[in-house]
């Protein structure tokens, strides 16, 4: 088990999810040096009572700032402390201060915290830790189901349930408008329930390839992935084609992800890589700004995208559903997930957290969360909402749609960090020409050895 926990906590700065929750990551600490390292924090100043006798609980968080979740939870917390008497104490850190704020505070049993925000990939981790407690006393069979599917599976572990989603994510496939008119491609119409294929996008995307940079010296590509090399986005792809991320167990590997659906998948990205039609050598915190300065025909990205201030202008721009693979038309997956919340199994305060818990998941807490963020709900009459709203944006129903129908979990396993941290280097190396077959059996055994240290 220590074994297993130093490797987290070496691996945890690569990982690669944080990308994969919207606005959600990135932020600038505010917390000093010793902060992370186990000296005293906010929480060790707290009390579970406040000074008038009621009751007090500390959430552990992430988005430090006003103009981030420190700043946007702050009427949430005054609501709910106005509601219930109960005042919620937020403690706010960085991306990667926060996973170091857990393997240490948490890990070690401290009662400092009640309320956790756990990113969706690291329940199965925490649960199988006991480091957070399951909630299915305090969420009925109704209420889980108000969730959609795939935020309720990656919320569970070994069939409880542990940690209700906050919001969610999801993807559709980006174009820029000029583009293709100077390449004099017309784009055909396409709705999630007729949606383009792949091959027809790759076909479409190579036109404009060769009508805008034939001999390759504008540095112009066709069809790439906001989040290139990374298994929060890149998944879906062998998804569509039927394959799993891993075993139903949640550990094993072998049959799965070298299985024919992944083998085919990678060989058709690598033959986009080999075309010059997608990218080489782009890394993912750069690919935004190809497709931002009409460096990109089509980019699978998340409906944030939108937000950038360069897409402020939609006329230049516009989306469409996730493409499916010819003949693989009820197998659409689109990448998800994003912030849950757990309870610290030291929580001192239990019943109140999960109270506040429910309130900020599926409560008046959650709406005014989405109001304020415009993040992609996880819970279904939210979602319908969005799509029967003859005023939202097209990518916004998009994505609501996605969410319900194609979402599909990453994988739920204790061993996410290095199951991601090798796939994610897979797919690069399969990128730059290593044979697909040999580079997924030698991910295989990497992720087998991995395992060995959670089962």
């Given at each position: 088990?220590?074994?297993?926990?130093?490797?987290?906590?070496?691996?945890?700065?690569?990982?690669?999810?944080?990308?994969?929750?919207?606005?959600?990551?990135?932020?600038?600490?505010?917390?000093?040096?010793?902060?992370?390292?186990?000296?005293?924090?906010?929480?060790?100043?707290?009390?579970?009572?406040?000074?008038?006798?009621?009751?007090?609980?500390?959430?552990?968080?992430?988005?430090?700032?006003?103009?981030?979740?420190?700043?946007?939870?702050?009427?949430?917390?005054?609501?709910?402390?106005?509601?219930?008497?109960?005042?919620?104490?937020?403690?706010?850190?960085?991306?990667?201060?926060?996973?170091?704020?857990?393997?240490?505070?948490?890990?070690?049993?401290?009662?400092?915290?009640?309320?956790?925000?756990?990113?969706?990939?690291?329940?199965?981790?925490?649960?199988?830790?006991?480091?957070?407690?399951?909630?299915?006393?305090?969420?009925?069979?109704?209420?889980?189901?108000?969730?959609?599917?795939?935020?309720?599976?990656?919320?569970?572990?070994?069939?409880?349930?542990?940690?209700?989603?906050?919001?969610?994510?999801?993807?559709?496939?980006?174009?820029?408008?000029?583009?293709?008119?100077?390449?004099?491609?017309?784009?055909?119409?396409?709705?999630?329930?007729?949606?383009?294929?792949?091959?027809?996008?790759?076909?479409?995307?190579?036109?404009?390839?060769?009508?805008?940079?034939?001999?390759?010296?504008?540095?112009?590509?066709?069809?790439?992935?906001?989040?290139?090399?990374?298994?929060?986005?890149?998944?879906?792809?062998?998804?569509?084609?039927?394959?799993?991320?891993?075993?139903?167990?949640?550990?094993?590997?072998?049959?799965?992800?070298?299985?024919?659906?992944?083998?085919?998948?990678?060989?058709?990205?690598?033959?986009?890589?080999?075309?010059?039609?997608?990218?080489?050598?782009?890394?993912?915190?750069?690919?935004?700004?190809?497709?931002?300065?009409?460096?990109?025909?089509?980019?699978?990205?998340?409906?944030?995208?939108?937000?950038?201030?360069?897409?402020?202008?939609?006329?230049?721009?516009?989306?469409?559903?996730?493409?499916?693979?010819?003949?693989?038309?009820?197998?659409?997956?689109?990448?998800?997930?994003?912030?849950?919340?757990?309870?610290?199994?030291?929580?001192?305060?239990?019943?109140?957290?999960?109270?506040?818990?429910?309130?900020?998941?599926?409560?008046?807490g959650n709406d005014m969360w989405l109001d304020a963020n415009n993040d992609v709900p996880s819970r279904k009459?939210?979602?319908?909402?969005?799509?029967?709203?003859?005023?939202?944006?097209?990518?916004?129903?998009?994505?609501?749609?996605?969410?319900?129908?194609?979402?599909?979990?990453?994988?739920?396993?204790?061993?996410?960090?290095?199951?991601?941290?090798?796939?994610?280097?897979?797919?690069?190396?399969?990128?730059n020409g290593a044979d697909v077959k040999e580079a997924l059996d030698k991910a295989v055994e990497q992720i087998?050895?991995?395992?060995?240290?959670?089962?």
């Open positions: 088990m220590k074994k297993a926990l130093s490797l987290m906590v070496m691996t945890v700065v690569l990982i690669s999810i944080v990308t994969g929750c919207g606005r959600s990551g990135n932020f600038k600490s505010t917390s000093t040096p010793g902060e992370s390292s186990g000296s005293e924090t906010q929480a060790d100043k707290q009390t579970s009572r406040s000074g008038d006798g009621r009751k007090k609980l500390v959430w552990l968080s992430q988005g430090v700032g006003e103009n981030s979740w420190e700043g946007i939870t702050k009427p949430i917390l005054e609501a709910y402390k106005k509601a219930t008497g109960v005042e919620v104490v937020g403690e706010f850190y960085s991306f990667k201060d926060l996973f170091d704020i857990i393997q240490v505070k948490i890990a070690s049993g401290s009662s400092d915290y009640d309320v956790i925000s756990v990113d969706a990939p690291m329940v199965a981790a925490y649960a199988s830790r006991k480091w957070i407690l399951p909630m299915d006393k305090y969420f009925t069979r109704e209420e889980k189901e108000q969730f959609i599917d795939s935020a309720l599976k990656a919320g569970s572990w070994k069939g409880k349930f542990y940690a209700p989603a906050e919001n969610t994510s999801t993807q559709v496939l980006w174009y820029n408008t000029s583009m293709l008119d100077q390449a004099v491609v017309t784009m055909k119409k396409s709705t999630p329930e007729n949606r383009l294929t792949w091959e027809e996008v790759v076909d479409m995307a190579k036109k404009v390839k060769e009508k805008l940079d034939p001999d390759g010296t504008n540095g112009i590509y066709g069809l790439d992935f906001q989040q290139v090399s990374r298994v929060y986005q890149m998944n879906a792809l062998p998804n569509s084609l039927g394959g799993k991320n891993i075993g139903d167990d949640g550990f094993t590997a072998d049959g799965v992800i070298n299985d024919d659906a992944w083998v085919k998948a990678l060989t058709w990205y690598q033959d986009l890589v080999c075309q010059g039609i997608a990218s080489k050598g782009i890394k993912a915190d750069e690919m935004s700004n190809y497709f931002y300065s009409g460096k990109l025909a089509f980019m699978v990205g998340g409906t944030w995208t939108a937000s950038a201030a360069k897409l402020n202008d939609m006329s230049t721009y516009d989306c469409i559903p996730m493409p499916t693979f010819k003949g693989y038309e009820n197998s659409v997956a689109t990448p998800t997930g994003s912030w849950h919340f757990g309870i610290n199994a030291a929580s001192k305060n239990v019943d109140t957290a999960a109270d506040f818990i429910k309130y900020v998941s599926l409560g008046e009459d939210k979602l319908e909402e969005i799509m029967n709203n003859d005023n939202a944006a097209d990518y916004y129903k998009i994505g609501a749609y996605e969410a319900i129908h194609t979402a599909v979990t990453r994988a739920v396993t204790p061993g996410f960090n290095e199951y991601s941290t090798i796939l994610d280097s897979t797919w690069e190396d399969v990128r087998n050895t991995a395992m060995k240290e959670y089962r």
